[in-house]
Structure formats: structure tokens, C-alpha cells
């Protein structure tokens, strides 16, 4: 059992280039989310997706897009990437979509980017 | 709005010490809390959590308990290992915040032989 997968695990990037984060979970989950972690500061949410097919920002959401393509896909576009969006991205999905706040969340290894 | 603080690391101490991360928050509603570990280079897993005032969440000989009238959710385990090296984040979720978690800063813990 997988679990929460992400691709690529590091990237590079030169400022403008765009690039997409692909998470994929096989737990069956309804909803899915991105979040950035930056030195100090844990983890903010970017993007969640309390079902397919229904996206909602979350707490610094400029400068992504993103795309609930399936129950178990969920990706993170950076249309022309910047410096200050070097940071680890985490993706993460939990089984229902009231939004329980007693809800797991489970999450991915990480993709570290760098943006030149 | 809702927010944690948790005291900043890094947090040195021996195998067998006594550990002790202070987490407190402020929350518009009724928060769920959660201890998360990260170890290092990989993602963040649920540690503990407690959803109603007195609970006391344990696992891996952690324990915290959720206290409302010092809005605390403090993480202890009577005796460390060198494995439990990671970081360690406090976070809370509430029902007007859909589905966010808000998460402290992180506390890193380094256990030494």
C-alpha cells in the first residue's frame, strides 16, 4: 500500500520556467491538499480539494494552479516559477469531505524545489 | 483567526531524558489538535491527536493533553530515544476552517547517544 506518492522528489528551476507536482494516493481518499513548508514557518496550505472535480484556495495560493484530475489525482502548476516559491511541497489527502476537524490527514514525502 | 506557537528548537537532550514541546494556539472555533512528526527527509506523519478538552492523546510513549483553559496542547514522553530524532509540529483544525490544518513552526529534537 503506497499511500501518498509524489513526483519528482527535487527540482530546479530557472525563474519563469513552469513546471508541474504530481500527487496520486491509492487510499481511496475524497480529499486532497497542497501545502508548502518553509524554514520556521511549518506547513501552509496552497490548494485543497474536498472532492473530485471541486477546488478551493487556501492560505497562499498566489501563484499556483492546480487540477483535481481523478479521485486519486491531484497536481500543483507553477505557471512561470519565482525565487520565492523555492520551499518543499507536501501533498496530502484524508478520507471524507465534510471537512471533520478531527480528520487524518495523510501525507506524501515531499518535493523539494529550487528556484533559481 | 486561527494560529499555534510552539517553543523553537532545536531541542538537544540524552537518551532516557525527560522531553517536554510546549505547543499553545488561539482558535476561532472548537479546534481539533494534532502532534505531527517529521523524520528526516521524509513526509510528515500523524503522531497523536485530541478532539475535545481533557482528552489526552498518546502513542509511541507520547502523551498530550488537551487543555482549554490554557489553550495548551503540550507534547512529553517520560524517556527518549535517539530514534525519535525528527521534528515535531503541533497543528489544529476547526469546522469554520473546511479543511485546514493550521500548523506551528516546528520544534526539531536531536537525541543524543
Known amino acids: 500500500n503506497a499511500g501518498v506518492t509524489q513526483t519528482p522528489k527535487f527540482q530546479v528551476l530557472k525563474t519563469g520556467q513552469s513546471m508541474t507536482l504530481q500527487c496520486a494516493q491509492d487510499?481511496?481518499?475524497?480529499?486532497m491538499y497542497w501545502y508548502r513548508q518553509d524554514p520556521g514557518m511549518g506547513l501552509r496550505l496552497i490548494y485543497y480539494?474536498?472532492?473530485?472535480?471541486?477546488?478551493d484556495k487556501g492560505e497562499v495560493p498566489n501563484g499556483y494552479n492546480v487540477s483535481r484530475l481523478n479521485k486519486r489525482e491531484f497536481s500543483l502548476r507553477l505557471e512561470s516559477a519565482a525565487p520565492s516559491q523555492t520551499s518543499v511541497y507536501f501533498c496530502?489527502?484524508?478520507?471524507?469531505?465534510?471537512?471533520?476537524?478531527?480528520?487524518?490527514?495523510?501525507f506524501g514525502p515531499g518535493t523539494r524545489l529550487l528556484v533559481l | 483567526g486561527n494560529s499555534v506557537t510552539q517553543m523553537e528548537g532545536p531541542v538537544t537532550l540524552s537518551e532516557e531524558a525527560f522531553l517536554t514541546i510546549n505547543c499553545t494556539y488561539t482558535?476561532?472555533?472548537?479546534?481539533?489538535l494534532f502532534w505531527y512528526v517529521q523524520y528526516p527527509g521524509e513526509g510528515l506523519q500523524l503522531l497523536l491527536k485530541a478532539t475535545k478538552a481533557d482528552d489526552k492523546g498518546s502513542n509511541k510513549g507520547f502523551e498530550a493533553t488537551y487543555r482549554k483553559e490554557t489553550t495548551s496542547f503540550h507534547l512529553e514522553k517520560g524517556s527518549v530515544q535517539v530514534s525519535d530524532s525528527a521534528v515535531y509540529f503541533c497543528?489544529?483544525?476547526?469546522?469554520?476552517?473546511?479543511?485546514?490544518?493550521?500548523f506551528g513552526g516546528g520544534t526539531r529534537l536531536m537525541v543524543k547517544p
Open positions: 487510499m481511496n481518499h475524497n480529499s
Open positions: 496530502a489527502s484524508s478520507a471524507g469531505t465534510s471537512g471533520s476537524p478531527q480528520e487524518t490527514q495523510y
Open positions: 497543528a489544529l483544525r476547526v469546522n469554520n476552517a473546511g479543511n485546514m490544518l493550521t
Open positions: 482558535a476561532t472555533g472548537y479546534p481539533s
Open positions: 480539494s474536498a472532492s473530485e472535480g471541486t477546488t
